[in-house]
Structures are given as C-alpha cells and as structure tokens.
T-cell receptor, first 117, second 114 residues
Framework: SAVISQKPSRDICQRGTSLTIQCQVD?????MFWYRQQPGQSLTLIATANQGSEATYESGFVIDKFPISRPNLTFSTLTVSNMSPEDSSIYLCSTDGQASFPTDTQYFGPGTRLTVL | GENVEQHPSTLSVQEGDSAVIKCTYSDSASNYFPWYKQELGKRPQLIIDIRSNVGEKKDQRIAVTLNKTAKHFSLHITETQPEDSAVYFC?????????????FGQGTILTVHP
C-alpha cells in the first residue's frame, strides 16, 4: 500500500481563522478522499478529490467551507475555512494507492487533529 | 444514500474468547465491505475486507461473513488478545460512481481483558 503523510499532525486555531491541511502520497494515485472524524465518532466522507477535476462534495459539506485542491497525482489539500469550535475534529485523507487500476480498497493518512477555540 | 448500522457499540471479552461485531447496510448496490481497526490516536487500519461475490473470508484469527440477501456482514475475532483492544469500524462501498467512497458504521469499542 502507498505511504500517506499529512501535515500538520495537529493544530490549535482561533475561531474565524482558516487552516490548510496537506496530504502527500509516495506514489501517483487517481482518487483521494477527505474524511472527518468528530471526537469519539465515526468517519464521515467530506469530498472526493480527483486530479484534473473539481472536487465533489457529500451532502452537508460545501466548497466555501471546505475548499479542496488536487494539483497533481500525489498531493491534495483541504482547507477548513472560517472555523468554529464545531469544526474541532480529526481530518483524514485516504487513497487506494493506485493510478492505473483504481480499486475500492482505501488506506488512510495519519490524520490532522484540529482544535478550534 | 447508503446507511450502515453497527452493533454492539461496546464489547468486553476475556482473553481467549471470541468476539463478533455485526453490521447491516441499506443499499443493495453496495459490493465492498471493509473492516478497520483504530487504536487510540492512530489512523484506521484495514484489517480485512470482503466483496459481494464471496460469502466468507478468513485471515488467521479474523474472519468476515457476508449475507447479501439479508444485507448484513460480521467480523469474527477468535482467541482474542489484549492487543486486539481498539475501536472497530465496518464500512460499505457501492462502486460505480461511488467507487472508493466509504460509508462507515458507528464503531465498536472492543476491550479484551487479560
């Protein structure tokens, strides 16, 4: 499986500010996904980020709040905008680690633990 | 959209006992069912998965069964060890335009007592 890293690993932010989270994969991949895991909860898909196209968002998530970039086949960013304490969560990226033959098997990055004060 | 229900929310067993976690899904188009183990402060780790053309899959002490008719699948851990203690999540994916998109169950906190 691909090696997936995220930056930052954690951050504490003030309400009203924005934070950009980076996800780096050690190989080229077609699909990347962003998930949110609220404290003590399960994972919820935010959006799909494919290179060369606009990100597609799941119900309840909007581009103005969670803009996503996918500039190449190994990298993606998720920005959490105009943050409020309710945005305090772990944000994780995932990918199947494949470029040529996408699979539905997903591997996760280590996550970014965000606390909004 | 897909909805995945997972039970129980907590499970406590003695070392050496078996543990079973069950999930049901709503979308008959779902065809891929992975299980993840998440230790405290760590990322979810894929431990086993099953596809809709298979009824059962085993990997050492863990196994997953799938009943497509009833739309449920289960994780079985035998000879549990304290290091099996973690949160376990089931998930489902429908393929097609939903390829790679996972809908997760609520999670099961498994505690294995020495």
């Amino acid at each position: 499986s691909a090696v997936i890293s995220q930056k930052p690993s954690r951050d504490i932010c003030q309400r009203g500010t924005s934070l950009t989270i980076q996800c780096q994969v050690d190989s080229q991949v077609t699909m990347m996904f962003w998930y949110r895991q609220q404290p003590g909860q399960s994972l919820t898909l935010i959006a799909t980020a494919n290179q060369g196209s606009e990100a597609t968002y799941e119900s309840g998530f909007v581009i103005d709040k969670f803009p996503i970039s996918r500039p190449n086949l190994t990298f993606s960013t998720l920005t959490v905008s105009n943050m409020s304490p309710e945005d305090s969560s772990i944000y994780l990226c995932s990918t199947d680690g494949q470029a040529s033959f996408p699979t539905d098997t997903q591997y996760f990055g280590p996550g970014t633990r965000l606390t909004v004060l | 959209g897909e909805n995945v229900e997972q039970h129980p929310s907590t499970l406590s067993v003695q070392e050496g006992d078996s543990a079973v976690i069950k999930c049901t899904y709503s979308d008959s188009a779902s065809n891929y069912f992975p299980w993840y183990k998440q230790e405290l402060g760590k990322r979810p780790q894929l431990i086993i998965d099953i596809r809709s053309n298979v009824g059962e899959k085993k990997d050492q002490r863990i196994a997953v069964t799938l009943n497509k008719t009833a739309k449920h699948f289960s994780l079985h851990i035998t000879e549990t060890q304290p290091e099996d203690s973690a949160v376990y999540f089931c998930a489902a994916s429908a393929g097609g335009t939903s390829y790679g998109k996972l809908t997760f169950g609520q999670g099961t906190i498994l505690t294995v007592h020495p």
